[in-house]
């Protein structure tokens, strides 16, 4: 069988490298990156490795039979049966490099889709004797860590359009296909309800919300830090930038949402270390301190909030349809995945 890796998160980052690469750590980057480069897989799309340092793995990848194509239209151009990495070109912009954008900031960059990396595989891997591909909307993962609800749901509904091109490819296929759609963890402890919404809910609001905090942090808010620089207070231009990409009209705010923005301001503005205190680690974990408030008070507005900025012991679902998809029924350890899949495969994983 053929094989293809894709995900929206770097292509040597977990998840992906553990389809192609054994280390002995995940932070390893250019060892697994050689590793994919000296696979014997077919196709690899989605998110770069670091390609201002590791210029001689794609050496070494271009040397080992594959093409790298940077753009859709070459991807389209590559003939059935060849071995691509794809990557897009539209990573690079703006100081962007790895991971692809947030599907909610693409617009901005004219970049790929998961669902375009998802179609192109299936293309290049179909073949007489079948293919495995693994596709990860890593960046849901992401975008949970740091809270932001509209971020997290716009790459689900990507990652949801990479699963048609499944379903397309099924319908043609039905009697030799299966689908397994599950995830490694949930993050974040993403709940629908909040207390100041009591039982309802106004996910209309989040609809305000423009871009990404990522690129909100990379494009608006370090434009305004650099022609703000000393600004102690929240003025009128930061109050129409809350306004313009988040829906906020700071003097509609309650007192402990303006509270919560104004500390936040406080600690972007002077460039203070986060993370000196409880208080600090609860509120912004690691992140920008008025990025990660402002989304976090649209959450809550919208009646959306999180628990954690990390990984939660919440149970996840395994959705799977087509051949032996009875299989997947039940509630399991989530390794158990693998081990039925691999049945299904009638594949040794002792081998």
């Known amino acids: 069988m053929k094989v293809g890796i894709i995900t929206s998160v770097t292509i040597n980052h977990a998840t992906p490298a553990v389809f192609y690469s054994h280390n002995t750590s995940r932070n390893n980057y250019f060892d697994i990156a050689t590793d994919l480069a000296n696979s014997d897989f077919d196709y690899f799309g989605g998110g770069f490795w670091n390609r201002d340092t590791d210029s001689d793995v794609e050496t070494t990848a271009t040397d080992n039979g594959f093409t790298i194509t940077l753009d859709l239209a070459t991807l389209q151009a590559q003939p059935n049966g ?11 912009s703006g100081g962007h490099k790895g991971a692809l954008y947030y599907d909610m900031d693409r617009g901005y960059v ?14 290049l891997l179909d073949n007489k004797d079948g293919f495995f591909m693994m596709v990860e909307g890593g960046k849901i993962d ?19 359009d990479a699963i048609k091109e499944a379903i397309k490819f099924y319908n043609e296929h039905p009697n030799e296909t299966l689908i397994v759609v599950t995830g490694d963890h949930e993050c974040g402890g993403m709940t629908i309800g909040f207390a100041s919404t009591a039982y309802d809910t106004f996910f209309e609001i989040l609809d305000n919300q423009t871009m990404s905090f990522e690129y909100f942090n990379a494009t608006v808010l370090a434009a305004y830090k650099t022609t703000h620089s000393g600004v102690a207070d929240i003025d009128e231009d930061m ?7 988040f829906g906020l009209v700071y003097d509609d705010l309650n007192a402990y949402e303006k509270e919560l923005i104004e500390g936040a301001f406080d600690k972007t503005m002077s460039g203070a270390t ?5 208080e600090d680690s609860l509120l912004y974990s690691g992140y920008e301190p008025l990025s990660v408030t402002l989304t976090h008070i649209l959450n809550h507005q919208a009646g959306i909030a999180f628990t954690s900025y990390s990984h ?26 693998a081990k039925r899949i691999a049945q299904v495969m009638n594949v040794d994983l002792e081998n």
């Open 82 to 92: 060849s071995r691509v990495i794809a990557f897009d070109s539209a990573q690079d």
């Open 110 to 123: 004219n970049g790929m889709s998961l669902a375009d990396f998802t179609e192109q595989g299936i293309r």
């Open 142 to 160: 992401w975008a949970c860590h740091a809270n932001d609800a509209r971020a997290a749901i716009e790459d689900t509904i990507a990652f949801d």
């Open 239 to 245: 109050k129409a930038i809350m306004s313009t990409n």
């Open 274 to 278: 986060v993370n000196t205190s409880e």
């Open 312 to 337: 939660t012991g919440v149970p996840v679902m395994v959705l799977a349809k087509g051949m032996n998809a009875s299989v997947f029924d039940g509630f399991y350890d989530n390794t158990d995945v």
